[in-house]
């Protein structure tokens, strides 16, 4: 302004001049207080992991900040939270809030009135992996900002990698270093030492509750089997019929082998895996023999797979929780027409009898792995609200490509929360494109 000023005292020409570059400044003056609200916002973040901008707080409140802030402090994760008006853009939010905080992390803004968007960088979460979530909770909880960003923590926490962010990471580099010349020695093998071995009991503990119940399953598939009493030498017997019988055979000696050769919790996605696939060629073969149409490639019935693929999907809601469209089998399909609950899947725990949705992460993989072959989004979408859906994570989806990024909560490697400042790929902070999943119309995109 004292440059104007200074300016002005010249010649009429050199006065209009300065008086339009003044007009220009006036009008670039929101965006010089939006860019400003962004700093406020990375500021703000950097220490609490929640930011609220001023104008929001009438539809979430300060209170409601510090509670999704204590909770994403408990979850230990590099999660960051941020709503923010609609004068925010929409474009470049999430890229310049990312720069600004300069953190490796999972990032989710809600804008205004347009909706709920997430993002993540690759050390932090697979791709895509956060803008699915960001659309399924938003699809779920339908504009209720509390609710969506929650059940976006809940979801969000267990599948993002490394621990939470120390807020003084800015001199990580000078902090660093000393740290670990202090902490060098025997002291610290023997603490890793620990630790791993922990780590190694527990994933042990996790096979054997999981070994029970896939054994069950592969059990059921091979009833499921004899009692179709398929004899490939019967002079009704064609070759494809004959193909499909194999496949299912082959499928149920492949699902015990492999159970028996699970060495860690994850291993049991593969399993799972098969155990749908022969299922499915157990079920095209029944209706080639019945002179039925061929079956739809679906889903497994959700309240328990062992029901075989799905024929419908019909709105239901677990205890406790929202309705949701689910794959289910006829007979459960009549059950909820009927009024009537349907078939469960439970398993034993130390809480007695729970459907396999509330038996705790563990149950990651034995899901996982019957519901990778039908996109990223379903499973997330199918659990919101349940406990394993605010748990899944890493056993379920190592090297899964429905979730991309898989299950790492195994793994000894440390991604999440490293300090990287705006020195980062922009490319690498992925979700998927801005008409995706999570957009901020708060419709998210397709399962």
């Not at 500021?43 to 209170?63: C, E, H, I, N, W």
């Not at 709503?83 to 853009?89: F, H, K, T, Y």
């Not at 490509?401 to 705006?422: L, N, S």
């Not at 980062?424 to 801005?434: K, Q």
């Amino acid at each position: 302004m004292r440059t104007l000023a200074r300016r002005s005292r010249g010649t009429g020409p050199l006065a209009v001049v300065a008086a339009t570059l003044l007009g220009l400044l006036l009008l670039l003056a929101p965006a010089a207080s939006a860019a400003g609200g962004l700093s406020d916002a990375a500021a703000t973040l950097k220490k609490g992991q929640v930011y609220v901008a001023p104008t929001m707080l009438d539809r979430f409140s300060q209170a409601q900040a510090d509670a999704l802030t204590k909770k994403i402090e408990k979850a230990d994760k590099p999660i960051f939270i941020a709503v923010v008006p609609d004068s925010a853009n929409k474009d470049t939010i999430l890229t310049d809030l990312r720069t600004l905080v300069g953190i490796d992390g999972v990032y989710g803004v809600w804008r205004g009135t347009g909706g709920f968007m997430a993002r993540s960088d690759r050390g932090a979460m697979g791709v895509g992996v956060a803008d699915r979530i960001g659309g399924a909770v938003a699809r779920a909880d339908k504009g209720d900002i509390n609710a969506t960003l929650n059940d976006f923590v809940d979801q969000a926490a267990p599948q993002t990698k490394g621990s939470g962010v120390n807020h003084s990471t800015s001199i990580a580099w000078v902090v660093i270093p000393v740290v670990l010349l202090v902490l060098a020695g025997a002291g610290v093998f023997f603490l890793f030492r620990r630790a791993k071995k922990r780590k190694e009991e527990q994933a042990r503990a996790e096979l054997e509750q999981l070994r029970r119940v896939v054994d069950e399953d592969i059990t059921a598939y091979g009833v499921e089997l004899e009692r179709l009493d398929f004899n490939p030498r019967a002079a009704d017997a064609d070759d494809v019929q004959r193909t499909d019988y194999s496949h299912a055979l082959e499928s149920y000696e492949k699902a015990k082998r492999l159970m028996d050769e699970a060495k860690k919790p994850e291993d049991v996605k593969v399993v799972t895996e098969t155990i749908e696939d022969g299922r499915f060629a157990l079920a095209t073969l029944a209706a080639r023999r019945d002179k039925r149409p061929l079956p739809e490639r679906r889903p497994p019935c959700f309240m328990d797979p062992r029901h075989g693929p799905s024929v419908k999907d019909v709105e239901w809601a677990p205890a406790g929780g929202s309705a949701r469209s689910v794959p289910v089998c006829q007979a459960d399909a009549d059950r909820v027409a009927a009024g009537l609950d349907p078939a469960v899947r439970t398993v034993d725990t130390e809480y007695g009898p729970q459907p396999y949705w509330n038996a705790g992460p563990a149950y990651a993989p034995y899901a996982g792995g019957y519901y990778s072959s039908f996109g990223g989004g379903l499973l997330p979408g199918l659990l919101v609200g349940t406990v394993l859906g605010s748990m899944i994570s890493s056993p379920a989806y190592a090297a899964a490509p429905m979730m991309e990024g898989g299950h790492h909560g195994y793994q000894d490697q440390y991604e999440g929360g490293d300090f990287t400042g705006a020195d980062f790929n922009a490319g690498d902070f992925s979700g998927s494109d801005w008409s995706g999943g999570g957009d901020f119309g708060g419709g998210g995109g397709d399962w």
